[in-house]
């Protein structure tokens, strides 16, 4: 079982069904498939470089496009070729000059070391197979002093043995302890690391949705 290549046609179905919108507001132009919203958090500044991770259809990128302004500059990082057709459509329409949409790999980004103040990503990380290369990937491409803002999956309790492709896909299975999660931002060189809620109000062995903030020394 390829994962990721489950992941991929998964999410491309799920936009190509999706209803076309003749509302220029972005959330019309661009669907949501997160669970939260970390450009609310994120305190994104006039002039910043910001990172999206999966930016599937592009609705965070727009938002950031807006809070970082002209003199700021905003990637999306997805490998879902329909879903960077719609992000692309969408910046189109909204006519903003300072988000880009890249085809790439959360684990191999296309992005230039010490090149980004924020990253951002909306239940993404949770869909990855190869999650402490992620949590490399954004410290390698972070300028020092920059931080990570991402809203994600995570389970209450231990991860899972048996894991099934349609609920990875789904957003449940790839979901990790909080603990382990960390574990992954500390072995990458993360500090200032905080998850909420921290102490989720769900059943043993449910997800949830968190809030991970971390910065890079
Ligand atoms: C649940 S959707 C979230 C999309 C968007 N962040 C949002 O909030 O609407 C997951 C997105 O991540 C992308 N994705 C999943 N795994 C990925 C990976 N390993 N590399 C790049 N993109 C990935 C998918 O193509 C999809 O667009």
């Known amino acids: 079982m390829n994962l990721r290549e489950s992941v991929k046609r998964y999410y491309g179905e799920r936009i190509s069904k999706g209803e076309g919108c003749c509302d220029p507001s972005p959330a019309a132009l661009a669907p949501s498939f997160g669970c939260g919203e970390?450009?609310?958090?994120?305190?994104?500044?006039?002039?910043?470089?910001?990172?999206?991770?999966?930016?599937?259809?592009?609705?965070?990128?727009?938002?950031?496009?807006?809070?970082?302004?002209?003199?700021?500059?905003?990637?999306?990082?997805?490998?879902?070729?329909?879903?960077?057709?719609?992000?692309?459509?969408?910046?189109?329409?909204?006519?903003?000059?300072?988000?880009?949409?890249?085809?790439?790999?959360?684990?191999?980004?296309?992005?230039?070391?010490?090149?980004?103040?924020?990253?951002?990503?909306?239940?993404?990380?949770?869909?990855?197979?190869?999650?402490?290369?992620?949590?490399?990937?954004?410290?390698?491409?972070?300028?020092?002093?920059?931080?990570?803002?991402?809203?994600?999956?995570?389970?209450?309790?231990p991860g899972l043995t048996v894991i099934q492709e349609a609920a990875w896909c789904a957003c449940e299975d790839g979901a990790e302890p909080a603990e382990t999660y960390k574990q992954h931002l500390q072995t990458a060189g993360f500090a200032a690391i905080s998850i909420d809620p921290a102490a989720p109000e769900v059943m043993a062995g449910d997800t949830y949705s968190a809030l991970i903030h971390a910065a890079k020394p």
């Open 38 to 157: 970390p450009t609310k958090f994120a305190e994104l500044k006039p002039g910043e470089r910001v990172l999206d991770l999966g930016s599937g259809a592009g609705l965070d990128c727009f938002r950031a496009a807006k809070a970082v302004g002209n003199k700021g500059y905003v990637i999306g990082v997805d490998m879902t070729p329909e879903m960077l057709k719609r992000a692309k459509q969408g910046a189109q329409k909204l006519s903003l000059h300072n988000v880009e949409f890249r085809e790439g790999f959360i684990e191999d980004l296309p992005v230039a070391a010490a090149s980004i103040d924020v990253v951002i990503s909306n239940c993404v990380i949770n869909l990855s197979t190869e999650k402490p290369k992620v949590f490399s990937e954004i410290h390698r491409i972070l300028k020092p002093g920059g931080h990570l803002i991402v809203s994600d999956i995570l389970r209450n309790g």
